[in-house]
């Protein structure tokens, strides 16, 4: 992924003159309080966390984190697949606007040379830092995780990223193998050690030299887990023994479900253990006992996260940072567990475009520990003994990833970029997304009553391409000349309405009056998306003047 000596390099950068370096990038922005920002994205997480009330699922660092948090229970990617979602929230356009579908065009150059988030905070004086996954690696980010717009310095990449998709697997035949299930022994790995826990060493490391900055500092952390192959040290499997593991609760493929918007789930197939189970294409299904082995290791990788989100907050608490840094934490998109008969991201459904979101912001959110206090002292998955955590505050309005931009530009105390025009190709600083301040109980004169929006007006856009009206083998991931049909998806507190409209990836078109096919799901009656009701609702004026 990186070339050879890239790492090193870098490390050698920071260790190296690493004051000299960090102040000398920011540009003189003296704000002694300003905030420092720590933005956690987790790749391919779904809310199952303690904090939005699964049972099962033992994440008590990030419980602990939402404690202190206000978490917003329905905040929705724009794409649920990883390089249109990331720049699409890191830049705060939707990804009509960044033209990017796929993972095969650098927007500067495609779309419009649009600010980032660690741009616009670099510009204001901010140390914009790097770790692990943030931007998509590859031409999305032009080899270079959008460098040196975004970021201060070069962007840190763990070294044993390399070996995930490697033989590193031991299976029951004694062999390393490359399989989805991939629980290892962490002294018997490449290097000792796994990406993520060498992402939090990189930046527990970034944060000790950042304390005695003068430049409030943006960290953004990049974890891999729990993306496929699902590649955690083993003990985690101790937490969630197989009896104890249910199936989804739909584990079939509905019967109203139209094929364009069904994902094959092709990548998990092409992984060693999966190809032995010969499984038909593309429906499955996946024999029971392995689909309770999927969801073991996906939770697996969601605890062993949750200790990585531990042990980098409770640095931040013995760094005397947690009264200076808001904390955001997040996930590019979700990922079906079985959910419809779906192995993947690559949909519409709310299973794959929710997102956990919660952001901590001192004084606001929690009261500034005091001096000595611990916000975020580590708490081990493995004592049953902890409590679960109730979120601090939550709100229950439909929210996208899009408001990160505004959201974290305002809590900084930085100038909120003003809203878009259409179109808005040739403007670099504008935003898509809700300014979420209100929520935050920011108010325009002291003593105004908060601000609540009316959840009914509020709506949460995402989108999906296809190739083809039927499930085919390049269905999860069209490249932009493929792409026949788009997935245009509502989400408003009452129901999930799609359509599947014709899409000229040339002209960069939707044919809203090209319909391929429609879902709609009311939340009340149908949470998980099974009954499909479109037909039923033919004819009705359903609010598509709204689409931006
Ligand atoms: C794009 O924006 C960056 C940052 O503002 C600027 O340095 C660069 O010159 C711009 N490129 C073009 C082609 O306008
Ligand atoms: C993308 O990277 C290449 C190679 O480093 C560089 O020449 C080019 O200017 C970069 N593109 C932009 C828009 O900065
Ligand atoms: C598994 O389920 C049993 C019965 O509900 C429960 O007593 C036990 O604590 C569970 N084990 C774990 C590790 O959650
Ligand atoms: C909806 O109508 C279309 C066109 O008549 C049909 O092909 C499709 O099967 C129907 N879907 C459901 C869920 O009834
Ligand atoms: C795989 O499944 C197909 C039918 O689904 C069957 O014809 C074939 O024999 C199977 N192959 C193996 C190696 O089990
Ligand atoms: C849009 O789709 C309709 C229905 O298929 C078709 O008649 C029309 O020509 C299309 N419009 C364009 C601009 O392609």
Same mark, same amino acid.
């Given at each position: 992924?990186?070339?050879?000596?890239?790492?090193?390099?870098?490390?050698?950068?920071?260790?190296?003159?690493?004051?000299?370096?960090?102040?000398?990038?920011?540009?003189?922005?003296?704000?002694?309080?300003?905030?420092?920002?720590?933005?956690?994205?987790?790749?391919?997480?779904? *809310?199952?966390?303690?904090?939005?009330?699964?049972?099962?699922?033992?994440?008590?660092?990030?419980?602990?984190?939402?404690?202190?948090?206000?978490?917003?229970?329905?905040?929705?990617?724009?794409?649920?697949?990883?390089?249109?979602?990331?720049?699409?929230?890191?830049?705060?356009?939707?990804?009509?606007?960044?033209?990017?579908?796929?993972?095969?065009?650098?927007?500067?150059?495609?779309?419009?040379?649009?600010?980032? #988030?660690?741009?616009?905070?670099?510009?204001?004086?901010?140390?914009?830092?790097?770790?692990?996954?943030?931007?998509?690696?590859?031409?999305?980010?032009?080899?270079?995780?959008?460098?040196?717009?975004?970021?201060?310095?070069?962007?840190?990449?763990?070294?044993?990223?390399?070996?995930?998709?490697?033989?590193?697997?031991?299976?029951?035949?004694?062999?390393?193998?490359?399989?989805?299930?991939?629980?290892?022994?962490?002294?018997?790995?490449?290097?000792?050690?796994?990406?993520?826990?060498?992402?939090?060493?990189?930046?527990?490391?970034?944060?000790?030299?950042?304390?005695?900055?003068?430049?409030?500092?943006?960290?953004?952390?990049?974890?891999?887990?729990?993306?496929?192959?699902?590649?955690?040290?083993?003990?985690?499997?101790?937490?969630?023994?197989?009896?104890? #593991?249910?199936?989804?609760?739909?584990?079939?493929?509905?019967?109203?479900?139209?094929?364009?918007?069904?994902?094959?789930?092709?990548? #998990?197939?092409?992984?060693? $253990?999966?190809?032995?189970?010969?499984?038909?294409?593309?429906?499955?299904?996946?024999?029971?006992?392995?689909?309770?082995?999927?969801?073991?290791?996906?939770?697996?990788?969601?605890?062993?996260?949750?200790?990585?989100?531990?042990?980098?907050?409770?640095?931040?608490?013995?760094?005397?940072?947690?009264?200076?840094?808001?904390?955001?934490?997040?996930?590019?998109?979700?990922?079906?567990?079985?959910?419809?008969?779906?192995?993947?991201?690559?949909?519409?459904?709310?299973?794959?475009?929710?997102?956990?979101?919660?952001?901590?912001?001192?004084?606001?959110?929690?009261?500034?520990?005091?001096?000595?206090?611990?916000?975020?002292?580590?708490?081990?998955?493995?004592?049953?003994?902890?409590?679960?955590?109730?979120?601090?505050?939550?709100?229950?309005?439909?929210?996208?990833?899009?408001?990160?931009?505004?959201?974290?530009?305002?809590?900084?105390?930085?100038?909120?970029?003003?809203?878009?025009?259409?179109?808005?190709?040739?403007?670099?600083?504008?935003?898509?997304?809700?300014?979420?301040?209100?929520?935050?109980?920011?108010?325009?004169?002291?003593?105004?009553? *908060?601000?609540?929006?009316?959840?009914?007006?509020?709506?949460?856009?995402?989108?999906?391409?296809?190739?083809? $009206?039927?499930?085919?083998?390049?269905?999860?991931?069209?490249?932009?000349?493929? #792409?026949?049909?788009?997935?245009?998806?509502?989400?408003?507190?009452?129901?999930?309405?799609?359509?599947?409209?014709?899409?000229?990836?040339?002209?960069?078109?939707?044919?809203?009056?090209?319909?391929?096919?429609?879902?709609?799901?009311?939340?009340?009656?149908?949470?998980?998306?099974?009954?499909?009701?479109?037909?039923?609702?033919?004819?009705?004026?359903?609010?598509?003047?709204?689409?931006?």
């Amino acid at each position: 992924m990186l070339p050879p000596g890239r790492g090193l390099l870098w490390f050698g950068l920071v260790l190296g003159s690493v004051c000299a370096s960090l102040e000398s990038a920011a540009q003189g922005n003296s704000a002694a309080d300003a905030l420092n920002v720590l933005l956690i994205i987790v790749d391919d997480l779904r *809310p199952s966390l303690g904090c939005y009330g699964d049972k099962l699922v033992r994440s008590p660092n990030i419980d602990q984190l939402a404690s202190h948090s206000l978490l917003f229970q329905n905040a929705f990617a724009q794409q649920a697949v990883c390089a249109p979602s990331r720049v699409s929230f890191l830049t705060g356009r939707r990804p009509d606007t960044t033209r990017l579908y796929d993972f095969s065009s650098y927007w500067r150059v495609h779309a419009g040379n649009f600010s980032t #988030i660690p741009q616009y905070f670099k510009e204001n004086g901010y140390v914009t830092l790097s770790v692990g996954k943030v931007f998509h690696p590859g031409v999305s980010s032009n080899h270079s995780d959008d460098s040196p717009y975004s970021w201060s310095l070069p962007a840190y990449h763990p070294s044993s990223e390399k070996y995930e998709n490697t033989k590193t697997c031991r299976g029951p035949d004694g062999e390393l193998h490359a399989n989805l299930l991939c629980p290892v022994d962490v002294a018997d790995v490449p290097e000792g050690t796994l990406p993520d826990k060498q992402s939090t060493e990189q930046a527990i490391r970034l944060l000790e030299k950042m304390k005695t900055s003068a430049s409030p500092f943006f960290l953004a952390v990049g974890y891999h887990k729990p993306h496929i192959p699902f590649r955690y040290p083993k003990e985690f499997q101790k937490l969630y023994p197989l009896e104890n #593991i249910t199936l989804a609760p739909d584990p079939q493929v509905p019967a109203g479900l139209p094929p364009v918007a069904y994902s094959p789930w092709m990548d #998990i197939r092409q992984r060693e $253990d999966v190809q032995a189970l010969n499984l038909s294409v593309p429906y499955g299904p996946v024999p029971a006992d392995f689909q309770r082995k999927i969801r073991q290791s996906y939770f697996a990788s969601v605890s062993y996260v949750d200790t990585q989100v531990g042990q980098l907050l409770s640095a931040l608490d013995e760094l005397q940072l947690a009264s200076s840094t808001v904390v955001v934490l997040t996930s590019d998109h979700g990922w079906a567990l079985g959910e419809h008969g779906e192995w993947a991201k690559y949909s519409n459904f709310d299973v794959t475009t929710r997102v956990p979101l919660m952001f901590y912001v001192p004084g606001r959110t929690a009261p500034l520990p005091e001096a000595g206090e611990k916000l975020f002292p580590y708490i081990d998955p493995f004592d049953s003994a902890s409590e679960p955590m109730e979120p601090g505050q939550q709100a229950m309005d439909l929210v996208e990833l899009l408001s990160l931009f505004p959201t974290l530009a305002g809590l900084a105390g930085l100038r909120v970029p003003p809203r878009c025009p259409i179109p808005s190709f040739h403007v670099q600083l504008c935003r898509e997304g809700q300014n979420l301040l209100k929520h935050f109980q920011f108010r325009a004169v002291e003593g105004d009553p *908060p601000v609540h929006a009316n959840p009914r007006e509020l709506v949460a856009y995402s989108q999906y391409p296809r190739p083809a $009206d039927s499930p085919q083998w390049n269905s999860d991931k069209p490249s932009l000349k493929d #792409i026949k049909i788009m997935g245009y998806s509502i989400r408003t507190i009452d129901y999930r309405y799609t359509v599947w409209v014709g899409f000229s990836p040339q002209e960069f078109l939707a044919n809203f009056s090209d319909i391929h096919a429609g879902e709609l799901y009311f939340v009340d009656s149908d949470p998980l998306q099974d009954h499909n009701v479109y037909n039923d609702s033919q004819g009705g004026a359903l609010p598509w003047s709204l689409m931006p």
